[in-house]
């Protein structure tokens, strides 16, 4: 263990995002943000994503004395339209009624702060993806189990959604709400090394 490191804390309450993290070998600390995304009214996806994300990590970083902190947020544009999480069943049918057969791109905003060199880096990930063209019935019993209404842009990658996503072109977790690639690259502009916090517990 290298006790010469900060905690690596996850401003999330997002399984898929804890999910990820673990499966490449870091263990965070799980601080959810609960911050009102409401207060942000920002119209570009990756000043928005962006924005969010800073915001989750900055508020929970009063908690920490010591932390390198990690906020995320994620967002599926249609045709320019932004979707976030569905307020409601009815309205995650809608939306996959409209999105079925068609492409999207999902912006995932990272935002690390790092409170022992008080630094912060902020990046947005772009995936593009291509949906199926569903039938009514699959949309109805998709929306039924209750995983859409829990995710950006009603779907969920590593879920049942999976299914219904044809291709897509770049990095593959960063539709699941944490690039890899990129976190690898934002630890490494700090100066960490990533495997480093594969011992940590």
């Not at 920002?42 to 969010?52: A, I, N, R, S």
């Not at 929306?143 to 072109?169: M, Q, R, Y």
């Amino acid at each position: 263990m290298n006790k010469s490191l900060p905690s690596f804390v996850l401003a999330s309450a997002s399984p898929a995002r804890r999910k990820l993290l673990q499966m490449v070998g870091i263990n965070p600390l799980v601080c959810q943000s609960n911050f009102d995304e409401s207060q942000i009214k920002v119209t570009d996806c990756e000043t928005l994503v962006t924005t969010l994300a800073q915001c989750k990590a900055e508020t929970v970083k009063d908690r920490f004395d010591d932390a390198l902190i990690l906020g995320c947020d994620s967002v599926l544009t249609i045709d320019g339209e932004i979707h976030g999480k569905p307020e409601s069943a009815a309205i995650a049918i809608a939306r996959w009624q409209a999105m079925r057969g068609q492409t999207g791109f999902l912006y995932t905003g990272h935002a690390l702060l790092d409170l022992r060199q008080q630094k912060q880096i902020l990046r947005c990930g772009i995936t593009k993806v291509y949906f199926a063209n569903i039938s009514d019935r699959q949309i109805r019993d998709y929306v039924a189990t209750g995983e859409p209404l829990n995710c950006a842009g009603s779907f969920a990658l590593e879920g049942k959604g999976g299914l219904f996503v044809e291709k897509i072109e770049g990095c593959h977790s960063n539709v699941i709400g944490l690039s890899l690639p990129l976190l690898h690259q934002m630890l490494d502009n700090l100066g960490y090394n990533v495997s480093d916090f594969w011992y940590l517990r």
